[in-house]
């Protein structure tokens, strides 16, 4: 509600109507009231409107201070906002007058149910008639209450005449005459000069009594109709206002406004009632503080409980229970150690250490403990389940007795029945049932599961579509959105997801699918694949290990290499010479001073570009594919091997006409051993 939306309309009820009120035979003084009329609007504007709690304050300052006095109310507000209200009419005693009676300005401060305190506007000066009218009492009681009834007389008239003669002009002395009076009765003088009997008479030492209705004690008690209406002890320091309290109690430290409140009282001390029937039944319940027409009605015993509120806390027979708002606890009576704050919050309960704020509130609770409810019918129909947190309008509103659920969010877990769930955003889990230990943050996280277990899911509308699936894992805006029976499926990135049936599956990444069980996938595909790095922040390759971090080991390692997805597939050429250009060598690396064997890239590149690959400069050679140099390596040894065939077959041609000649030699040795044998023979016959 912004502070121009604020108009006061300040109308006096009661001073107004003094004058009229004194001449009925009743003598009853209105209490003294203030209209005020205003508009309510939500955080973001808009106009609020049926019934809503409202706290009006009184303060000496425009700002800062406490209040002087307080008030709440429930308002009805029309469709455009506007409310109309009668502040002080929650007491039978309205405005204490003596809120107005340094004449000092006023401010008075508003606060919705749920909002902040609006900013304090001055009353206007209508109010101040609050004292004025006060003026015209003694006592608190008309100036009627102490005028005689003049006797009987056919010229009644003549005698008002004369009465109003003698206000109006100071009368000269004159002797006075009665023919008598009663005992006991105060004297009126009917005329200047004639004394009657009053309707104030004294009973001895002890009592003065009106007309009949008003008694004052010595004792310090008045009465009104026979019924004490003000009493109190200043030695046991007890105070009584409005026929409140009993003059029998023995004990101390009690204050009560209100018809009957605090009337049962024998020996509670430290109680404070104000309202009708306040603390009606208390006896010996102690430190208990009721502010409201019914407000911890029934209690007898419970000590240390604050009700504020009509009927707040009206059932109570136990302790340490606090309740603000109309009927808040209502229904409490043995429970304790309890919070409600907000209409009907906690109406139901008679359980203990639970905690309720916002209207309705925990409102079906019986026996649950230890339940925290925060937000307009959060954890509504609650009875006995236990252990749970709900913040949020509607959240765990259908929650009757599972425990240790959290539902943090505008009706997050509104249909939950189960167990240990968490939800965290607006209806995270919302149509979930029975499904238990699920987890969701995020708005329409799990929004859909309904008996589902064991699933986290942190992301706008993670596993949205999720409804029996167990064990899910989805992180992410929409992780996993499409998923309903999928189990065992982790999935983290935006959008990410996993094929329908499919089991024990992983996706990580923006956009990434897994479509088939048992299987892990990194990131998308198309413009969603990514550069998967091990040891570098700036992977170049679609697997980078970083230069120094080790090399994998595994069993094999397959590249792809059907002819399925090739073209113009050509023999490599010349790749004997080719390999006959490369070196082996060892080295030293300069970062670790390992010993290793290898290439040196930017010679390859030299010979073999294809299998170097380069930085983004273009220049600077940065690794060899060795696998891929097997290729030229067979090629070679094929070229090298076709070498040492031909070869072959020419040592074996050879190798034939050597033996050839061999045989030819051995002949013409034979035949040369031959000549030689018979030139000797010829010789030696000679």
């Known amino acids: 509600m912004r502070q121009d939306h604020v108009w006061l309309g300040v109308i006096l009820l009661v001073a107004c109507a003094l004058p009229a009120v004194a001449q009925q035979s009743s003598e009853v003084i209105v209490p003294p009231m203030v209209n005020f009329s205003g508009t309510m609007a939500d955080v973001n504007g808009r106009p609020l409107t049926g019934l809503v709690g409202v706290t009006f304050n009184l303060y000496k300052d425009q700002q800062g201070g406490a209040p002087l006095w307080m008030e709440t109310q429930n308002v009805q507000a029309d469709r455009t906002g506007h409310y109309s209200v009668m502040l002080g009419s929650t007491t039978s005693h309205g405005l204490p007058a003596d809120l107005f009676a340094s004449g000092e300005a006023r401010w008075l401060g508003v606060q919705v149910q749920g909002q902040e305190e609006q900013p304090r506007v001055m009353l206007l000066s209508v109010p101040y008639a609050l004292k004025a009218g006060d003026a015209q009492t003694l006592g608190g009681l008309l100036p009627s209450a102490f005028v005689l009834a003049g006797p009987p007389t056919n010229n009644a008239a003549a005698a008002m005449g004369a009465s109003k003669a003698s206000s109006a002009t100071p009368l000269t002395s004159h002797d006075v ?6 005992v006991s009765t105060i004297p009126l003088f009917s005329t200047g000069t004639n004394i009657q009997n009053s309707i104030v008479t004294q009973s001895g030492t002890t009592a003065v009594n009106v007309g009949g209705n008003l008694n004052l004690h010595a004792q310090g008690r008045f009465e009104i109709g026979g019924k004490l209406f003000a009493y109190g002890s200043y030695a046991n320091n007890n105070a009584f206002v409005g026929f409140a309290g009993n003059a029998t109690t023995t004990a101390i430290d009690n204050t009560a406004s209100g018809f009957q409140a605090l009337q049962a009282n024998t020996t509670g001390n430290f109680n404070t009632a104000t309202g009708q029937t306040a603390l009606l039944s208390n006896t010996t319940g102690g430190a208990n503080t009721a502010i ?31 309740a603000f708002g109309y009927e808040a606890l209502a229904s409490n009576t043995n429970g304790s150690a309890n919070d409600a704050f907000g209409y009907q919050a906690l109406f139901s309960s008679s359980g203990s250490y639970n905690d309720a704020f916002g209207y309705q509130a925990l409102y079906s609770n019986t026996t649950g403990l230890f339940n ?3 937000g307009f019918n959060a954890l509504y129909s609650n009875t006995s389940g236990s252990l749970n947190t709900a913040m949020g309008a509607g959240a ?26 968490t939800a965290n955003g607006s209806v995270a889990l919302y149509s979930n049932t029975t499904g238990a230990n699920n987890t969701a943050s995020g708005y329409s996280a799990l929004y859909s599961n309904t008996t589902g277990a064991d699933n986290v899911a942190t992301g706008f509308n993670a596993l949205y579509s999720n409804t029996t699936g167990n064990s899910n894992t989805a992180v992410g805006i929409l992780a996993l959105f499409s998923n309903t029976t999928g189990t065992g499926l982790t999935c983290i990135g935006s959008r990410c997801t996993a094929s329908n049936g499919v089991s024990n599956a992983t996706a ?23 550069k ?72 390859v590149g030299q010979v073999v570009p294809e299998v170097v690959s380069y930085e983004d400069n273009g220049n600077d050679a940065r690794g060899v594919d060795y696998s891929r140099l097997t290729a030229l390596l067979i090629e070679a040894v094929k070229q090298q091997q076709k070498q040492i065939t031909a070869q072959q077959r020419l040592i074996r041609k050879q190798q034939r006409q050597i033996s050839g000649l061999g045989r030819t030699l051995g002949v013409l040795e034979t035949s040369l051993h031959a000549g030689q044998e018979m030139k000797a023979s010829l010789m030696a016959s000679k």
């Open 396 to 421: 765990l509103f259908s929650n009757t007795t599972a425990t240790d659920n959290t539902a943090i969010g505008n009706s997050a877990l509104y249909f939950n029945t189960s167990s240990q769930n």
């Open 292 to 322: 409201g027409a019914g407000a911890l009605y029934h209690n007898v015993t419970g000590s240390s409980n604050t009700a504020d509120g009509f009927n707040a806390l009206t059932n109570n027979a136990a302790s340490d229970n606090n």
């Open 532 to 603: 998967v790095g091990i040891g570098t922040t700036v992977p170049s390759n679609i697997l980078t290990i970083g230069r120094g971090t080790g090399h994998p080991v595994s069993d094999s390692w397959e590249t792809y290499s059907s002819r399925r997805w090739k073209a113009n597939i050509h023999p490599l050429q010349n790749a004997l010479s080719k390999v006959q250009q490369l070196r082996g060598v060892s080295y030293d690396l300069k970062d670790s001073g390992k010993h290793e064997i290898g290439v040196i890239a930017e010679e």
């Open 508 to 530: 990580i990444g923006a956009n990434a699918v897994v479509e088939q069980s048992n299987s892990l996938v990194l990131g998308g595909t198309g413009s969603y694949a990514v």
């Open 372 to 374: 925290i409810g925060n």
């Open 177 to 182: 005459t009665t023919t008598g009076g009663t």
